[in-house]
């Protein structure tokens, strides 16, 4: 039985893995210095995973990388939610029915 043979890495893939490198980095920076965030050491991580995937021509870690990715971009944009809801309106409950349309109680 022969042995498939590997896919070498082309131009294109490794345009990809040098972009989910930097966007991990920058996600990383961001969690190291500007607050300690979950949402920011999960999209770090994602993209880290991504980068693995990419490099590896792994389709189940790109694909664990990006569900991280979107999750901790969801994250960060319903917590802004949340802190413009609580400037506007003070500690009463917030009634969100969207990312960013915010109810006043």
Known sequence: MAAIPER???KNSKLWL????VAGLIYLIDFI?????????????GFGLMAFGAW???????NLG?????GAIA???LLWARIIH???C???RPRVYGILLIECA
């Open 90 to 92: 003070g500690d009463s």
């Open 33 to 45: 210095f500007y607050g300690q965030r979950i949402h920011d050491i999960a999209g770090a991580s």
């Open 56 to 62: 590896k021509n792994d389709k189940i870690a790109s």
């Open 8 to 10: 070498k890495n082309n």
């Open 18 to 21: 040098t972009l989910f490198i």
């Open 86 to 88: 609580n400037l506007c």
């Open 75 to 77: 994250a960060k944009y």
């Open 66 to 70: 990006g569900l991280l990715v979107v």
